[in-house]
């Protein structure tokens, strides 16, 4: 359902004024999961999600800093306070539900994909890597393949490249560019999987003014069609859209 843009702008700044207290919204994020989020070659956070959380923070009317944090602790580090969101290509999970909260998704439930250094590579039953505490590494975990879990996403393709694992599987949006990038060296196997409820930011579960901030937000980016147009501008044509 439609809203009308001026009653969308007329909530999102009565939220943004409930939590005007806080002087900085600190942005939790990894900085290695291009192109979601990445650090570039002036040693800043750059990526679809750091557009779109200034974006959000803009329109809300918040001043944010942005935070990086390794991919394994960034749950704990949220609900302990060290920033105050995450956005860093985190699917919407029953599991992560019951420990914070998330605001609606911004990026619509995607494939997640097999990569291997050859078609014939045994990606059902062999030794497959992906990163850990993914929604990935659980659905490795449960087939019939031999998990190999590294600490970030990097590590997992290199494992295939060095024949440390039969296939790397991740989101088709990341391995999309390094298949494309290897010169034939990486190709796609298997068939792709759909996982997980789209992606979207994580808040303690405390922080429900901040949510709904965020919420309305996202809503307004959704209605004036700017949210797809940055889905477009980071990940192209073929990606889904609202």
Known sequence: MKLHLAT???????????????????????????PYNFINDAGEVD???IELGNELCARAELECEWVTNEWDSIIPNLVSSNYDTIMAGMSITDERDEVI????????????????????????????AAQATTIQAAHVAEGDAALLEFAT???????????????VFADYDFLKPVVESSGGELVFVGEPVPLGGGIGMGLRESDAELKDTFDEAITAMKEDGTLNEMLVKWFGDEIGQY
């Open 8 to 34: 969308a702008a007329a909530a999102l700044t009565l939220a943004a004024s409930a939590v005007s207290a806080q002087d900085v919204i600190r942005m939790g994020t990894e900085g290695a999961y291009p």
């Open 47 to 49: 990526g679809f999600e």
């Open 101 to 128: 909260d998330f605001t609606q998704d911004y990026y619509p439930p995607t494939e997640s994909a097999y990569v291997a250094a050859a078609e014939d590579a045994d990606w059902e039953t062999g030794v497959v």
């Open 153 to 167: 996403p990097e590590e997992t393709v290199a494992a295939v490249r060095n024949g440390e694992a039969d296939a």
